[in-house]
Structures are given as C-alpha cells and as structure tokens.
C-alpha cells in the first residue's frame, strides 16, 4: 500500500486507548500521520505511549461541546483535520430480548450512535476536499448476534449512517465508509464475550466459553479469528489513497477475509 497519502496529515481517532484505538494511533504514527487520540478518560488514554506527533484528549463523544473543544485544540496543534477513524463504541450487556435492560439499551445507542455522529459531523466540518471516515460497525448488525440486540441495531444503524452520510458528504469530495470486524482476538475481549455468551442461558450458545469459542470459529470461512492488525489493515486501506473510488461502503473482516458489501 502507498503510504504517500499520509505523511503530514491528521488522523482522529475515537476509542483511542482501547485495542483498535491503540494499534490505529502506532500505525498511523508510524505512517508519519499526525495522530488526535479521544477517550473518554485520562485513564483510557494512559496505556498510548507519548510521541511528537500524537495529541492525547479525554473527552465523551456524547458531548457535542466537549467533541468540540477537543477537535479546535486538535486544528490548533496541527493545523486541520483530514481523517478519521470513528471507533469509540459500547458492547452493552449480553442478555435475551425478554432481560435486556432498558437503560442499557439507551446507553449502547447513546454512544455507538449518537456519539458517532457526533464526532462523524463535527470533524466532516473542518473536513476539506480528499478527506476520509471509517466508522466503527460490526457483523453482528448484519448477523444479528443473539443476546445483543442494542449492540447489534446500533451497528446496523452505524452502516445506515455511513451509507447516508457518503452520500451527503461527497460533493464536499469527503469519503465516508465503514469497517466491520468480525471474531477478533485472542485475547481478553475475546474470551470475556465467549464467557457472557455461555452464561447468557441462549439456545444458540453452548453453555461453556470453550465451547461457545469453538462452535464460533467453526462458522468463519477460514476457520481462525482475525486480529486487532487485519481491522487497522482494513481501516488504512479506506483512509488512503489506494481506496480514493470507494464510498458508502462496509468492509467486512472475518477470519482474515475481508469483502467489500456494497
């Protein structure tokens, strides 16, 4: 891949101190990109080691003001914003529709939604012509993962957002796409989630995390997870300048296979 795209430019990343949010700011680092980190917390942000280039910010993408103070502070280090990897998001709680918490469910679409518009359309408007997004959505939108109707009707709603969203924006000549990982890991997050899909007493999961994992690989392609590496793959390629025909498009990682769903 080119890498003549990035040198300069400013990349703002969401979920910045999380596992994707992590490897993207060393990547794009490395890529000689200028790098805004948000995280809802200092200590969020505590594990991203300090560089030059990489501006650290806690700040709650819910927060209309607050996603604003941090995008000026970002203009006025590095002088604009040219891309972004909108990757803050919520998983919610792993339980049947009858159990599944109210408040939760608010919770999962405040943040997966909400706060990723939010950040989507203040950053669009200090965008110019040859800018990029990436949303964060996930397969569950498009599996419909049981036991996790808030997490997947808001990634559904993150790829209806992104399709709308490339459309409004491409007359300002700014590309909007989304990136939705499927099993990711190993690691802690993979089997937590292996773990709460066990406990969630659903017919459609086994009810011992090991199992659970294994029936779950089982159903990808290749037969392996795919890695934290292979979605920021994924999220480089549509922010460069190898991608600049692709628009309003969901790019599927599973297993270490990516397909592009129009």
């Known amino acids: 891949m080119s890498e003549s795209h990035f040198p300069g430019k400013t990349v703002v990343i969401t979920g910045g101190g999380g596992f994707f949010g992590s490897c993207a700011t060393q990547r794009f680092l ?138 409004d924006l491409a007359a300002s000549g700014i590309r909007v796409n989304a990136v939705s990982p499927a099993l990711i890991g190993p690691g802690m997050m993979w089997d937590r989630q292996n773990e709460l899909h066990a406990a969630c007493d659903s017919p459609f999961f086994a009810n011992d995390a090991e199992t659970v994992a294994k029936n779950k690989i089982g159903g990808v392609p290749m037969k392996r997870l795919g890695s934290v590496e292979e979605v920021v793959d994924a999220v480089e390629f549509l922010l460069s300048n190898k991608s600049s025909y692709i628009t309003g498009t969901n790019m599927v990682v599973d297993g270490g296979m990516a397909a592009g769903l129009k």
Not at 54 to 73: F, P, R, S, Y
Request: proline share 2%.
């Open 30 to 167: 490395s890529l000689g990109c200028n790098v805004c980190c948000l995280d809802i917390s200092d200590s969020a942000l505590a594990n991203v080691p300090d560089h030059e280039r990489l501006l650290k910010i806690a700040a709650n993408v819910t927060d209309e003001k607050g996603v604003k103070v941090a995008l000026d502070e970002c203009v006025e280090r590095f002088g604009a914003v040219d891309l972004l990897w909108n990757n803050a998001g919520y998983q919610g709680a792993i339980s049947q529709t009858l159990t599944y918490p109210v408040e939760d469910f608010s919770r999962v679409m405040s943040i997966n939604v909400t706060g990723m518009f939010v950040v989507l359309q203040a950053c669009a408007r200090l965008m110019k012509d040859g800018s990029a997004i990436v949303n964060t959505a996930s397969v569950a939108a498009l599996r419909c993962t049981p036991a996790m109707v808030a997490y997947a009707s808001s990634k559904a709603a993150v790829i209806a957002m992104t399709n709308v969203c490339a459309k």
